[in-house]
């Protein structure tokens, strides 16, 4: 015989085997260096994001102003605090994320920040953005982690410092940033993005008095090279950054992609999210390596500059993860696969009916222009009124409700109840919306026939929704 066994003790086989190999593999410890370092750009990050918003006065303009929010499914209960509360809220959650990022009382900062952030993203569907969904996602992750335990003040407090967590960890935020390009890739695989470059033929041609690049965006090759770009770059940067000779080349292109982004378009903290998500790609010892690094440029050597250290399988500062937590891993893993998959249950164009168009990180592939006047008719008298959306929403609402039928759809029931509640009810709202979809010619997006008023909204496919044009958009040249 070659092995030995214990008597008593089966081998574990088949998918017990593998179940047993993957805990194994995700429990190898790892340094905790890179969680650490996330931990703080992550959270340095998002204190910027909530001070940008006190200082140029969004939270008035997107909370306070508007005098009806667009809901969620299922979450029509959540309402805006008062306009003090608000504020107030801003600054506490600059405050925690401050914390967040000196690791200071994180078992409680972390999962506040979480709760508070996303609580901003369901008042109002207008506000939603794919860098916002991600910091949510983000943070969760990092509250359930052992981020606080290496170079906090909850570490220097306890007066312990560990040296390694599991390897899980690292493999989820990978997993997760991997989720967003390639999903962000995956979606640009159409005729629109691949053979007409649209509708960056339409942002570039705005962009032409930009200085250096403006007069290169005239030229009628620079949106098929740049569509083509950007589809590559979202479906291999991933692979590219798990190949340690390529990672510094690959990394240095994540610089240079959301940098050119950021100049260009007006996409917020996006890029600067996305350019430090990509560190989770590199060893997990970087952070150790980088001020190693300065140190010896500073002539600080010898003892001043410690190597990472030895992590050894079975370290008692990385814990075998149990069942539960490699369940409830695979399950978080399971439903980021399947949100951006499921406008494959509603067919048709997703970028013209919007259904599965949120959280599926379809990054900039459709611009939308549309124009809707309501026609509300009491349905006693007969008599007709033609409203405009501008007498309930502000500018940033309309225009975002314009080309998303569901929020239509909510408007719709807005104007019936607040008709009948003046006295001019019943009544039904029919719409007028008419759509142009990545410059093609103007088509309705409504069926013009149908009681809006009078349907709920759901998960299920709309049959209000009117089919999308299938010619393809026109050749547009930059001006």
């Given at each position: 015989?070659?092995?030995?066994?214990?008597?008593?003790?089966?081998?574990?086989?088949?998918?017990?085997?593998?179940?047993?190999?993957?805990?194994a593999?995700?429990?190898?410890?790892?340094?905790i260096a890179?969680?650490?370092?996330?931990?703080?750009?992550?959270?340095?990050?998002?204190?910027?994001?909530?001070?940008?918003?006190?200082?140029?006065?969004?939270?008035?303009?997107?909370?306070?102003?508007?005098?009806?929010?667009?809901?969620?499914?299922?979450?029509?209960?959540v309402?805006?605090?008062?306009?003090?509360?608000?504020?107030?809220?801003?600054?506490?959650?600059?405050?925690?994320?401050?914390?967040?990022?000196?690791?200071?009382?994180?078992?409680?900062?972390?999962?506040?920040?979480?709760?508070?952030?996303?609580?901003?993203?369901?008042?109002?569907?207008?506000?939603?953005?794919?860098?916002?969904?991600?910091?949510?996602?983000?943070?969760?992750?990092?509250?359930?982690?052992?981020?606080?335990?290496?170079?906090?003040i909850?570490?220097?407090?306890?007066?312990?410092?560990?040296?390694?967590?599991?390897?899980?960890?690292?493999?989820?935020?990978?997993?997760?940033?991997?989720?967003?390009?390639?999903?962000?890739?995956?979606?640009?695989?159409?005729?629109?993005?691949?053979?007409?470059?649209?509708?960056?033929?339409?942002?570039?041609?705005?962009?032409?008095?930009?200085?250096?690049?403006?007069?290169?965006?005239?030229?009628?090759?620079?949106?098929?090279?740049?569509?083509?770009?950007?589809?590559?770059?979202?479906?291999s940067?991933?692979?590219?950054?798990?190949?340690?000779?390529?990672?510094?080349?690959?990394?240095?292109?994540v610089?240079?992609?959301?940098?050119?982004?950021?100049?260009?378009?007006?996409?917020?903290?996006?890029?600067?999210?996305?350019?430090?998500?990509?560190?989770?790609?590199?060893?997990?010892?970087?952070?150790?390596?980088?001020?190693?690094?300065?140190?010896?440029?500073?002539?600080?050597?010898?003892?001043?500059?410690?190597?990472?250290?030895?992590?050894?399988?079975?370290?008692?500062?990385?814990?075998?993860?149990?069942?539960?937590?490699?369940?409830?891993?695979?399950?978080?893993?399971?439903?980021?696969?399947?949100?951006?998959?499921?406008?494959?249950?509603?067919?048709?164009?997703?970028?013209?009916?919007?259904?599965?168009?949120?959280?599926?990180?379809?990054?900039?592939?459709?611009?939308?222009?549309?124009?809707?006047?309501?026609?509300?008719?009491?349905?006693?008298t007969?008599?007709?009124?033609?409203?405009?959306?501008?007498?309930?929403?502000?500018?940033?609402?309309?225009?975002?409700?314009?080309?998303?039928?569901?929020?239509?759809?909510q408007?719709?029931?807005?104007?019936r109840?607040?008709?009948?509640?003046?006295?001019?009810?019943?009544?039904?709202?029919?719409?007028?919306?008419?759509?142009?979809?990545?410059?093609?010619?103007?088509?309705?997006?409504?069926?013009?026939?149908?009681?809006?008023?009078?349907?709920?909204?759901?998960?299920?496919?709309?049959?209000?929704?009117?089919?999308?044009?299938?010619?393809?958009?026109?050749?547009?040249?930059?001006?």
């Amino acid at each position: 015989m070659t092995t030995t066994e214990l008597p008593g003790r089966a081998r574990p086989r088949g998918l017990a085997a593998a179940w047993s190999r993957a805990a194994a593999a995700l429990s190898r410890p790892v340094d905790i260096a890179w969680l650490a370092a996330f931990r703080a750009l992550f959270g340095l990050t998002m204190c910027v994001s909530m001070a940008r918003f006190i200082a140029y006065g969004w939270i008035d303009e997107l909370f306070v102003k508007p005098s009806f929010h667009f809901k969620y499914w299922g979450l029509a209960w959540v309402e805006p605090l008062p306009p003090a509360g608000m504020h107030a809220l801003f600054w506490a959650l600059a405050g925690l994320a401050l914390a967040i990022a000196l690791g200071f009382a994180f078992r409680v900062a972390a999962p506040l920040f979480v709760v508070g952030f996303t609580y901003l993203q369901v008042i109002d569907v207008t506000t939603y953005l794919n860098h916002y969904y991600l910091a949510s996602l983000l943070g969760l992750l990092l509250a359930a982690s052992p981020a606080h335990r290496a170079w906090s003040i909850d570490a220097l407090l306890a007066r312990r410092h560990e040296r390694a967590v599991p390897a899980a960890w690292l493999y989820l935020l990978r997993f997760q940033v991997g989720v967003v390009y390639t999903f962000a890739g995956l979606a640009k695989a159409h005729a629109d993005w691949l053979l007409h470059a649209q509708p960056l033929r339409i942002w570039l041609g705005s962009r032409t008095d930009m200085p250096v690049l403006g007069p290169l965006f005239t030229h009628p090759w620079a949106a098929p090279l740049m569509s083509w770009a950007g589809f590559l770059f979202d479906t291999s940067i991933v692979w590219l950054l798990l190949v340690p000779r390529l990672r510094p080349f690959a990394y240095a292109a994540v610089i240079l992609f959301h940098a050119v982004t950021r100049a260009l378009f007006p996409i917020g903290m996006f890029p600067v999210i996305m350019v430090l998500s990509a560190l989770v790609f590199f060893p997990p010892s970087w952070p150790r390596d980088l001020l190693a690094r300065a140190r010896a440029l500073l002539g600080r050597r010898g003892a001043d500059a410690p190597p990472a250290p030895a992590l050894a399988p079975g370290a008692p500062s990385s814990p075998r993860l149990g069942a539960v937590g490699l369940a409830i891993g695979a399950a978080y893993c399971a439903v980021q696969l399947a949100l951006p998959l499921r406008f494959l249950a509603y067919g048709g164009d997703v970028r013209w009916h919007e259904q599965g168009m949120r959280f599926s990180w379809r990054v900039m592939v459709r611009e939308k222009n549309g124009s809707i006047t309501f026609l509300v008719r009491n349905r006693q008298t007969g008599r007709t009124w033609h409203v405009s959306p501008r007498e309930y929403l502000t500018r940033l609402q309309e225009r975002e409700m314009a080309g998303q039928p569901d929020l239509i759809l909510q408007l719709s029931r807005h104007i019936r109840d607040d008709f009948e509640r003046r006295g001019r009810g019943p009544v039904e709202v029919r719409a007028d919306a008419l759509v142009s979809l990545n410059g093609r010619r103007i088509a309705r997006l409504i069926d013009p026939g149908v009681d809006l008023a009078s349907l709920r909204d759901g998960i299920g496919p709309a049959s209000y929704i009117l089919p999308g044009p299938k010619e393809p958009p026109p050749h547009i040249r930059p001006l």
